[in-house]
């Protein structure tokens, strides 16, 4: 018969780390160190909030650049680029349709680096600023709707910003 702890780090190889329903998150491909992130399974997609964007064309490529306010109070925002993965058509909790521009970042969580796709929106009316659905967190992470920050911040990195 196995020994109880045995059996107890058999389980905790299986099962996905445990993540508070909201959490610091790292962009690190945008050059977001930490951003503060509610995360929602009831969601499909995830969405973060940017301000003044654009579309452009870069070597026959569709680009967006748009600025990401990485706190909710103060001025620190960072100007970023990224190739335009899709524009889709997005249903939001209370049942609005709008059209948004989906990019693929890599995402750092809980020690984890991943890509996963995003679209990009106005969320300032938000308490969060991103968004993470189900499909970037599915198979990979639990949600334990009564705790909050479970995973250390990312450390901070130089990020550049512009003056707000």
């Known amino acids: ?61 569709a680009h967006v650049r748009f600025q990401v306010r990485v706190r909710r109070r103060g001025n620190a925002i960072v100007a970023c680029t990224a190739p335009v993965l899709d524009r889709r058509s997005v249903t939001d909790s209370g049942g609005h349709r709008s059209e948004r521009w989906f990019i693929r970042v890599e995402l750092e969580i809980a020690r984890q680096r991943f890509s996963t796709e995003m679209n990009l929106t106005d969320r300032r009316a938000m308490l969060f600023p991103l968004l993470l659905g189900r499909s970037a967190l599915a198979g990979r992470f639990q949600i334990d709707p009564a705790s909050s920050y479970c995973c250390p911040r990312p450390p901070r990195t130089p990020t550049p910003r512009i003056p707000a």
Do not use: C, N, Q
Request: charged share 20%; net charge negative.
């Open 1 to 61: 018969m196995p020994r109880p702890d045995a059996a107890a780090a058999a389980l905790s190889v299986d099962r996905p780390a445990s993540l508070g329903w909201r959490e610091w998150v790292a962009l690190p491909g945008l050059g977001i160190g930490a951003i503060k992130a509610k995360l929602d399974s009831g969601a499909r997609s995830s969405s973060l909030h940017v301000e003044a964007i654009e579309t452009f064309d870069l070597a026959g490529v």
